[in-house]
């Protein structure tokens, strides 16, 4: 318990009295100071218990005594201790009826009680308080400790939130509640998630307090790591700021927190090179080699239907355009940014929010770098996937805003393989690098291979080599058609739409069949190729389709 001036006056050998501000003694004292001074208020940093003489003041003088008293009350000064029988032989009643006024503690202090009695009280109780504190931080720590190897975080927050009289909540590097207690604080904890975001935005220590006296509770916020970008917080609520003891108790977490948090870093580099053996098997065909170098790591993520996501980044439209003129074939292994170390990356970002949120539903996912590449295994329907579909419906809505990109803007491209098992990864990898391939093709953030099965393959006649070979095919007809001897090109459309049907086709061009005929035959002979050729007449279609979408 904190000194109060309650405390002194109860104080047997100090003999003080009371003569004002009776309902205000449950103020803490910082510490007890001697000035004669006529304005000592430069001197006062508040929370001082005040000891005069007079000295130097008329303390008979009420408009004097007022204007004294009112400048000490607003420095902050808790009371003033007058000591009787040395200037004054009582307490003057215009120094009584000042302090009256403005509610400031007066304590009348008797000649044989020297101030220096009163000023080795007050260090005497706040050196008492603060080795209570310390000895209650000490035991706050050791409870804290003994939760954290026990129970882990949810049961060292526990003891947190006993120790402070509040509350405590643990987030992860995405923002998301991790654990609180008691149970209920996980509603009030998630309402703080933008405040989360914005101290994660600072470079690790990081802490703020959000709320007030205004709010129903007073939360401070703590990064946790040692890396430049945190990788999780600590939020700590309670009615009123936190005192020596509870201080201890939340630095005490801060600690254990960070090395758990820096533990699982490890640990989480160890099982990604496992994952990155698993991936190489099961590529590799080798399925029962994987499950065994998995063992229980990934659960039953390689026993159900999986999808594979491939995920690599292209930096606008011209970098877009390089990588496809390059081609991305790569094999799994390579080093990569992910997590908190990514930085700005959106690789980082995406590995973030999958991999919370598989954590979150406890479920297994496989999360493997390979180069500029990010590839992950996450089950059939499960959180991590719905993530990963969301974080990039919320990229393509931001895209949408032309304000918030720009031509050299760093730009996710996602592939998703349909579902598969351990002996088809290969086959479901190949769908991934498809469905990313069309994905940059078509400038968008994340492409299902099943919608590709389900769609249209002329939207993937727009590429530059297909409408060359179109181009190539079909120049000599247009030239023909140019020097007005005939349209060819239209005839040609006609008959291959009507399946080669001459009186249909025909009427569709408004000339004789007999025309017609004449006009495939000169497509023929100038092309150098048989109408009859099943391959030439897909290819002429095709070609044709190219043409007509520029």
């Known amino acids: 318990m904190p000194l109060t001036l309650a405390s002194l006056v109860h ?18 004292v910082r510490w007890a100071h001697v000035s004669e001074l006529a304005d000592p208020v430069p001197y006062m940093e508040g929370g001082e218990l005040l000891l005069i003489t007079a000295l130097k003041l008329d303390a008979e003088d009420r408009e004097a005594m007022r204007r004294y008293v009112k400048r000490l009350a607003g420095a902050g000064v808790v009371g003033l201790g007058f000591a009787v029988g040395v200037n004054y032989e009582q307490t003057p009643a215009a120094l009584v009826e000042a302090c009256a006024e403005e509610g400031l503690p007066l304590l009348e202090v008797p000649r044989r009680t020297p101030f220096l009695a009163i000023s080795k009280a007050v260090s005497a109780a706040i050196a008492a308080d603060q080795y209570r504190a310390v000895t209650a931080g000490f035991a706050a720590q050791r409870e804290l400790t003994k939760q954290a190897l026990g129970a882990g975080p949810e049961g060292l927050l526990g003891a947190l939130a006993a120790q402070v009289d509040g509350w405590a909540a643990l987030y992860d590097a995405s923002g998301a509640v991790v654990a609180a207690a008691p149970e209920w604080a996980g509603r009030r904890a998630a309402r703080l998630t933008a405040d989360v975001e914005r101290l994660r935005e600072r470079p690790a220590p990081a802490s703020s307090v959000v709320g007030g006296p205004d709010h129903e509770d007073r939360v401070e916020l703590h990064s946790l790591g040692t890396g430049r970008r945190p990788r999780a917080a600590l939020a700590v609520g309670t009615a009123a700021p936190l005192g020596t003891a509870e201080r201890y108790a939340v630095h005490s977490a801060i600690a254990l927190l960070t090395l758990t948090t820096e533990r699982s870093r490890s640990l989480h580099a160890a099982e990604q090179r496992i994952g990155t053996a698993v991936l190489r098997m099961l590529l590799a065909g080798e399925p029962d080699h994987a499950r065994a170098v998995a063992g229980d790591l990934y659960g039953g993520l390689l026993d159900a239907p999986f999808r594979v996501i491939v995920a690599e980044v292209v930096s606008g439209p011209a970098a877009r355009a390089h990588a496809d003129a390059q081609g991305h074939a790569r094999t799994p292994g390579g080093a990569g940014r992910t997590g908190a170390d990514a930085g700005g990356d959106p690789l980082g970002a995406l590995t973030e929010s999958v991999e919370s949120a598989a954590a979150r539903s406890g479920e297994a996912v496989l999360v493997v770098p390979e180069g500029e590449r990010l590839v992950v295994l996450a089950a059939d329907g499960g959180a991590a996937v719905a993530a990963c579909t969301r974080y990039a419906a919320d990229l393509e809505a931001a895209r949408a805003v032309p304000e918030q990109t720009g031509a050299d803007d760093e730009e996710l491209v996602v592939g998703l393989s349909a579902p598969a098992g351990p002996i088809a990864a290969a086959a479901a990898y190949k769908q991934a690098e498809q469905a990313l391939s ?8 994340l492409v299902e291979h099943e919608q590709l099965a389900a769609g249209s393959v002329l939207p993937l006649l727009a590429d530059d080599a297909v409408k060359a070979f179109a181009d190539g095919l079909l120049r000599a007809l247009h030239e023909h058609d140019a020097t007005g001897r005939g349209d060819l090109v239209a005839s040609l459309r006609a008959w291959l739409s009507r399946h080669g049907q001459w009186d249909a086709a025909a009427a569709d061009l408004g000339v004789h ?19 009859d050729d099943p391959d030439v007449r897909m290819e002429l279609w095709l070609a044709l389709k190219a043409t007509s979408t520029e």
Do not use: N
């Open 438 to 445: 069309v994905a940059r093709r078509r400038g968008r953030v």
């Open 11 to 28: 104080h047997s050998a100090l003999r003080l009295t009371v003569r004002a501000g009776e309902d205000r003694l449950d103020v803490p």
């Open 513 to 531: 069949r007999h025309t017609l005929r004449y006009r495939m035959r000169r497509v023929e002979e100038i092309l150098g190729r048989s109408l």
